[in-house]
């Protein structure tokens, strides 16, 4: 065993999950890659690249999907027990990572496993159940069809657990919808479609439970700073008050106030009906209870219950930000009970409320714009503002039924077969749409945005340096050099899978000290914050190469051409614009600086060299050389 | 004319009046400094230096008290209508400076001056009534011996102008409080006795009404660069949403569940009954709308009214943070109704409320613990947690009757009365009490606290990036360096007159550009950043100069033996305490960075030299000679 091999935390082990062969089996983590790759989003990143062969169809047999919990999974590091998914995603084509707080990774962990990876495609619908160190597929014809609540109530009796942790499709995941969602708990693992990846594979659920113990390396270390960044996290205004107290819509009205807060298909960034759907309306109108993930001292998660008609009675954990955003302003709805009701549909029907609220304000602009009549939209009178449309639309979209069907195929394959200039009103990059941050409004996020491997997330660069002024918004000076130390921080802290909401605690620009103390003190390896840079940007680049080995070129790394023609016609950010001669700079100075071919946007095989990628330098220089022979 | 003249944002005009001969004046302000001081406590420390001989009683006609306007007060740039008052204090024997939000400033500068200048002594009570550029002063008689509240009825009376912007003092004033404060408006010049001062003088107020205009350089790029200072404010978390919904008051639970609130007179840094105390219940039971000061987006002030017996009643602005804490948590007193009326009856009076409440449980501590009996505290049973004593007690103070007239004299100067070793219960350092921010959880506050001229102010040094994790907590490390860093952004600030509360847009460690933007395009400086941290740093060295020609020494640079010998006995940073060898070993690595001379603490001529101070390296050579002959 190398030395490699005695990391903590890990469980270093995996099961492996072969559907069309029935088998269950157990098998070692790739532990001398471990201080390479971390965790989740990295080590995934690097498995994927390994284990998927160019081109295939991510609905296929053939595609995989990993769970991972990170190395801090279960220990009582704070915001460290998110869960992970990671495979090729059926909306953008390229590797795909999305995380989920909640309490899934630690019964992962105490179940003696560190992840699962499901492959090939089953006949019949089945579910896996891990119970400890014993694994087995079981039948779940019985649910097949059902929503993701009532999914997880049938499980829980067909095992008889109640304390068991559950990972579920729902209908929109069975149907394959390009962004259907998995659903563990109340926590939604979403926008790229990996719902639907294990609709294709009749995967129903994950269910774990395990009672076992976990090794850290230093224990009073662990809990010592352990106890240390939950006083930061309680010192600090994001994380102490601000979460706490209003959770993620807190933004609503700090972005609408600072003209970012995209409304009606981002034909307007500030929405008239903004203060119907803030959270200090919310709070007051609906929030019952805050609910926190575990070993999270943020709490940021709200309870809510709507008490008054038309939505009575729905009740939801959220709504979040991004989906106010996506089922509110964007559709030009103003009510908050409404987002509630329409954003606990898209949970219990399994798909990703960003991408779906977005398709609908897509499909509204179309339809108000003349694209669409009542004739292609089942009879609808597809107009912005209408909130009697969204939970019967939404239904469609989960059934694909009529309508519905073209929705589902996600707002860039739907413009394809819309034609008549409708990709102009599809706000999307790579095929995932925009969240609910400007790229207009805050240039160095645009070219986040552009670079990002996910296109629309705003997860690969964050907007908050530039909407809180820790960096100047209005310039697009020193943001190459910015949004690369953004995306090393957030692949990074994706990698240890810990919450982006603490990101003023982890960076909010760099990977700061503590970042990589806590790794340490529960895993025993000795990262210092340069390590950690070095090992970011290498895993950046696993993941753009597999982009590139599907296709990927620099022309991909850009932005809708509203965002690029049309300045921001209202509001305190009015006139703001992203031109393409501006991007295309930013872009110049971003690749020099990856060191990246300038022509393609391929890394080049000297930088993947320098990043001790020498397998993958060989698969770029291939690639690189065909493209200069063109 | 110079060339310097020609800065704009200054009326160039202040009014010296001269109470002994009854005379008022308006001279030139020194233009030639304003770009070496840029004004406010810069200009103010420069001028008092020159003006005020050494060794001055601080309550004697020779004293004089300087208000003054900043270069952006007037303009729509952001928080940059505070009013700024200067003196030699009768609580630190130090230059003294403090300054409020409200709308005196901008009133001030309409009427066509900078500042007023008060000197000598009347003697029978006047006020000045400056309209527009006419000044005149009057009898004040009649509201001799008033509360602040009907002082400034009267005053708008007898001027019969509604309009009007009014400074005025208070019984506690007029009694020579050592912490008697300049009320304007319901905002609060304090801590360090102006009112005691302008009370010694017999000047009752100052009444101010303006109309005329204000002439800025850069119109255009004031109002531009004005609205973007908005917006990052409204985006940031701080000043975007903690401090618009909760205030100040958001810090007792941020600081409680960090372990450093204050609480029994520092003998705990947790209290039982925060959540009592906290933004949260006062929102809830007592506050009834938000206030904002003159061109600030944050309306961080609270506007409360009590509904409940015993204080039923009760209206305040407030309570402010430092307030809850001193009368609040320091005396055991967990009930914000109880804090309110406290809050209110200091204002009333024309008193501290922090150098009140902690001077009550400096008492309290000293009466549980034996030191003091009811004999000498005129009957009254002075035990933490007696609300009942409070309203009392402070009456007695401001009036300095009984035991309230030794209490009247600071802490400081009270153990000096009581002996009995009870100057360990004086939780002071230079005369005036500790705010509620820990000195013990955190290292380099305590730094900060120990070398600041103000001694225990929490504006000298700042607790926010310790508190919020920008800098680690728990060590020393770099600490002398961040404190002189925190320092010269607090002094730069405050020579600006900008508001500390929004540190997190100007700071929150270092002077961001957008300081010195703003000054720029109001005044038509080209300050960059770099000079802007020279210009600080040489007003921190006219204010420690002014201290050291008064006396002060390296020694006088400490804490009180609480600190420096208990840890924390509670909460979450039990066990933390800042040693004496801890502190004398940052104090060397501080004074070595400010080139200040080790064994004295006295700048060296060499430094002052660089820092463009001829006259004061003079003074300060033969200050040192004098003390090496020693």
């Excluded at 699962?116 to 649910?143: C, H, Q, T, W």
Aim: charged share 25%; glycine share 12%.
């Amino acid at each position: 065993m190398s030395r490699a091999m005695l990391y903590k935390g890990y469980t270093r082990k995996i099961l492996r999950v072969n559907l069309t062969e029935g088998t269950v089996k157990a098998e070692e983590l790739p532990n001398g890659q471990l201080r390479k790759y971390i965790g989740g989003a990295g080590l995934a990143a690097r498995m994927l690249y390994d284990e998927l062969a160019p081109g295939i169809d991510p609905l296929s047999p053939d595609n995989k999907v990993l769970f991972l919990a990170g190395p801090l999974a279960g220990t009582i590091a704070p915001t460290g027990s998110r869960i992970g998914v990671y495979t090729k995603s059926p909306l953008t084509n390229g590797f795909f990572h999305s995380s989920a707080g909640g309490y899934f990774a630690p019964e992962l962990k105490y179940a003696g496993y560190d992840g699962v990876i499901i492959e090939g495609a089953s006949k019949s619908p089945v579910y896996l159940y891990v119970d400890n160190e014993r694994a087995e597929l079981r039948d779940a014809s019985r649910v097949w069809g059902e929503r993701t609540d009532a999914t997880q109530q049938w499980l829980k009796g067909d095992i008889g657990d109640e304390a068991a942790q559950l990972a579920v499709i729902g209908p929109a995941g069975e149907r394959l919808v390009r962004f259907a969602n998995i659903t563990a708990g109340c926590r939604s693992l979403g926008r790229g479609g990996i719902g639907a990846v294990l609709g294709s594979k009749k995967f129903k659920a994950l269910a774990v439970r395990g009672k076992g113990k976990l090794a850290v390396h230093d224990m009073e270390g662990t809990l010592k700073l352990s106890h240390e960044i939950m006083q930061i996290m309680q010192g600090n205004p994001s994380t102490g008050q601000v979460l706490p107290w209003f959770g993620t819509p807190v933004l609503v009205n700090a972005n609408n106030s600072l003209g970012v807060f995209g409304a009606r298909n981002w034909q307007q960034e500030t929405f008239e009906g903004a203060e119907g759907l803030s959270a200090e309306t919310m709070r007051q109108k609906i929030v019952v209870r805050d609910k926190a993930c575990f070993a999270c001292p943020i709490k940021c998660s709200k309870y809510s219950v709507v008490t008054n008609a038309p939505f009575e009675g729905y009740t939801v954990e959220g709504p979040e930000y991004e989906n106010i955003f996506a089922l509110g302003s964007m559709c030009g709805i103003s009510s908050i009970e409404a987002v509630a009701a329409a954003e606990r549909e898209c949970d219990d029907l399994g798909m990703d409320a960003i991408e779906t609220g977005v398709s609908i304000a897509f499909a509204m602009e179309n339809f108000e714009k003349g694209n669409l009549s009542a004739r292609d939209t089942d009879g609808l009178e597809l107009r912005f503002g209408k909130t009697e449309l969204m939970l019967p639309l939404i239904g469609k979209i989960a059934r694909r039924e009529g309508f519905g069907n073209l929705l589902a195929e996600g707002v860039k394959r739907a413009a394809e077969k819309i034609g008549k200039g409708s990709e102009a009103f599809a706000m999307q990059n790579k095929g995932m749409t925009f969240a609910g941050h400007s790229a207009r409004g805050l240039p160095g996020f645009a070219l986040g945005y552009a670079t990002g491997p996910r296109g629309g997330s705003h997860h690969d660069s964050r907007p908050t340096g530039e909407r809180c002024g820790i960096v100047q918004r209005d310039t697009i000076e020193g943001k190459p050099a910015y949004t690369v130390k953004v995306n090393h921080l957030m692949i990074f802290t994706d990698s240890m899978i810990i919450c982006h909401l603490a990101e003023a605690i982890w960076g909010p620009v760099e990977i700061k000290p503590v970042v990589v103390d806590i790794l340490n003190r529960v895993t025993g390896m000795d990262v210092t914050t340069g390590e950690a840079e070095l090992t970011a940007e290498r895993i950046w680049n696993v993941i753009r190469a597999f982009a590139v080995r599907e296709g990927l070129r620099r022309k991909d790394d850009t932005l809708p051409k509203r965002f690029l023609t049309e300045p921001i016609p209202d509001g305190p950010s009015k006139g703001m614009v992203i031109t393409e001669e501006t991007l295309e700079k930013m872009k110049d100075e971003y690749y020099e600086i990856r060191g990246w071919d300038r022509a393609t946007g391929i890394p080049t095989p000297q930088r993947l060299l320098a990043l001790d990628l020498p397998d993958i330098a060989e698969d770029m220089k291939q690639i690189l050389s065909q493209e200069q022979g063109r």
